[in-house]
């Protein structure tokens, strides 16, 4: 299947002079939890997410109102082209532990938003197929962006546990498979 077919066609973007607060009506308005900030050709520059708005606001003790775009968007971007597989799409998005891809065509100009959503609606749509590897995917994004980042194991070694706050034992972070992380680092 191909990212053209599971994509959404429909995009809000922002661009590097608005403010958050704008970025916020556009997340609120369209319903979703990040925008591509786009150049004024529509080649996207960078993504901004709703956590990135919160944590902005929360770390300056400022406005939206006060704060632009580039304070706080990505500092990278990763895209994928329309025609590519889904299923290399979905590796580039565990690989680099995002939720969303800005879809691009030839001339690097935004054509489409492919999410974890997307991925999660198609694998539901045919649960006893596999959508050409589409459950599969979901699944291998999810587990890589809803990882806990640990510290290096040299550096749990030498840290103490933290107790948990309520007196219960600590929830177990689930780790990545073997084969999950080989086939994220490829």
């Given at each position: 299947?191909?990212?053209?077919?599971?994509?959404?066609?429909?995009?809000?973007?922002?661009?590097?002079?608005?403010?958050?607060?704008?970025v916020?009506?556009?997340?609120?308005?369209?319903?979703?939890?990040?925008?591509?900030?786009?150049?004024?050709?529509?080649?996207?520059?960078?993504?901004?997410?709703d956590?990135?708005?919160?944590?902005?606001?929360?770390?300056t003790?400022?406005?939206?109102?006060?704060?632009?775009?580039?304070?706080?968007?990505?500092?990278?971007?990763?895209?994928c082209?329309?025609?590519?597989?889904?299923?290399?799409?979905?590796?580039?998005?565990?690989?680099?532990?995002?939720?969303?891809?800005?879809?691009?065509?030839?001339?690097?100009?935004?054509?489409?938003?492919?999410?974890?959503?997307?991925?999660?609606?198609?694998?539901?749509?045919?649960?006893?197929?596999?959508?050409?590897?589409?459950?599969?995917?979901?699944?291998?994004?999810?587990?890589?962006?809803?990882?806990?980042?640990?510290?290096?194991?040299?550096?749990?070694?030498?840290?103490?546990a933290?107790?948990?706050?309520?007196?219960?034992?600590?929830?177990?972070?689930?780790?990545?498979?073997?084969?999950?992380?080989?086939?994220?680092?490829?």
């Amino acid at each position: 299947m191909k990212v053209q077919d599971m994509m959404s066609k429909s995009v809000a973007t922002c661009t590097m002079q608005d403010t958050l607060n704008t970025v916020a009506q556009k997340l609120w308005e369209g319903d979703c939890g990040a925008l591509p900030v786009v150049d004024a050709d529509s080649r996207p520059l960078a993504v901004i997410t709703d956590r990135d708005v919160c944590m902005a606001a929360f770390t300056t003790g400022k406005t939206l109102e006060d704060l632009r775009v580039p304070e706080s968007m990505s500092k990278q971007v990763v895209t994928c082209r329309a025609q590519e597989e889904v299923n290399s799409a979905a590796l580039r998005m565990a690989k680099h532990g995002v939720r969303r891809l800005p879809v691009v065509d030839a001339a690097g100009k935004l054509v489409g938003i492919l999410s974890l959503n997307d991925l999660a609606v198609a694998a539901a749509k045919e649960p006893q197929q596999r959508l050409n590897g589409v459950t599969a995917d979901a699944v291998r994004v999810l587990q890589a962006v809803c990882a806990h980042r640990l510290p290096l194991r040299s550096e749990a070694a030498s840290a103490p546990a933290a107790p948990p706050t309520n007196g219960a034992p600590a929830p177990a972070v689930p780790a990545v498979s073997t084969a999950v992380q080989a086939q994220i680092a490829t």
